[in-house]
Nanobody
Framework: QVQLVESGGGLVQPGGSLRLSCAAS????????MTWHRQAPGKARELVAS???????DYADSVKGRFTISRDNAKNTMYLEMSSLRPEDTAVYYC?????????????WGQGTQVTVSS
């Protein structure tokens, strides 16, 4: 079982910046792709960014050029640097890790951290 703990959420003004962290621990053989998702009130959860073990990244069009995903494999930690934040970025942000334990693959989810963009 993989445990994911997110941190860094909070209140920020439009145009501001925020850095989210996601630390993984528990029982697994390896962590493969890690992803960030968000869910606004009354909306479906959406994928915002992903990063492979080798560092290849992908972003949703709505955040491309404003958000940067990264990871520190030695620390089993993933980050999301957010800049030029907009009110529509307000959501609960979740991290997920695609992990392998022996021959089986699983997806673990964090508890979520609230990001509010408002003046």
């Amino acid at each position: 079982q993989v445990q994911l703990v997110e941190s860094g959420g909070g209140l920020v003004q439009p145009g501001g910046s925020l850095r989210l962290s996601c630390a993984a621990s528990g029982s697994f053989s390896s962590i493969n792709t890690m992803t960030w998702h968000r869910q606004a009130p009354g909306k479906a959860r959406e994928l915002v960014a992903s990063i492979t073990t080798g560092g290849s990244t992908d972003y949703a069009d709505s955040v491309k050029g404003r958000f940067t995903i990264s990871r520190d494999n030695a620390k089993n930690t993933m980050y999301l640097e957010m800049s030029s934040l907009r009110p529509e970025d307000t959501a609960v942000y979740y991290c997920a890790a695609h992990v392998t334990l022996f021959t089986r693959s699983y997806v673990g989810w964090g508890q979520g951290t609230q990001v509010t963009v408002s003046s």
